[in-house]
């Protein structure tokens, strides 16, 4: 593993506990208080980190064996976050989104610097590389920690 792959997947996981941190030390009844980010709760936001982590997992998987994988839109994946955690407890919610990241930093931290870079994987009518991939990932996760923290401190928290 060299120091490019270490530093990508160090990233990865940071981006993830300041995320996870965002939301730290809150009353559970806060975590479905709306209007956090746009119109939906905490609890909403990481409904959706997590389908959106499942898919990652899934493409990865179908872009290694030269499939082309789709790039589904925002609002499907807050209908399918919405169908699948509704009436879960939030500690599954955050179980879920650490297990759903896990192979996914696995294989990254796999590859080589020069596998991580070649654009090679077909995601819709772009080809890709797992740099670019993880970079989405990493983007995501900080937008919605600074969006939290955001709402914290218009709060007063």
């Given at each position: 593993m060299t120091v490019e792959a270490l530093s990508s997947t160090a990233d990865l996981e940071d981006a993830r506990e300041q995320l996870l941190h965002s939301f730290a030390g809150?009353?559970?009844e806060l975590l479905?208080?709306?209007n956090v980010v746009g119109a939906r709760s905490i609890r909403q936001v990481m409904a959706h980190i997590a389908v959106w982590d499942s898919w990652a997992g899934d493409v990865l998987d179908a872009l290694r064996?030269?499939?082309t994988a789709e790039l589904p839109d925002e609002a499907t994946m807050i209908r399918l976050a919405?169908?699948?955690y509704a009436q879960t407890p939030f500690a599954e919610i955050r179980q879920a989104m650490r297990a759903f990241r896990m192979?996914?930093?696995c294989e990254m931290a796999t590859m080589t610097d020069a596998e991580r870079?070649?654009?090679q994987y077909r995601?819709?009518?772009k080809i890709i590389s797992a740099d670019d991939l993880a970079e989405g990932f990493i983007e995501h996760d900080l937008e919605h920690a600074s969006e939290i923290r955001a709402w914290r401190k218009a709060r007063g928290d």
């Open positions: 809150l009353p559970v479905d208080e709306p064996r030269g499939e919405t169908a699948r192979p996914f930093l870079s070649r654009a995601l819709g009518d």
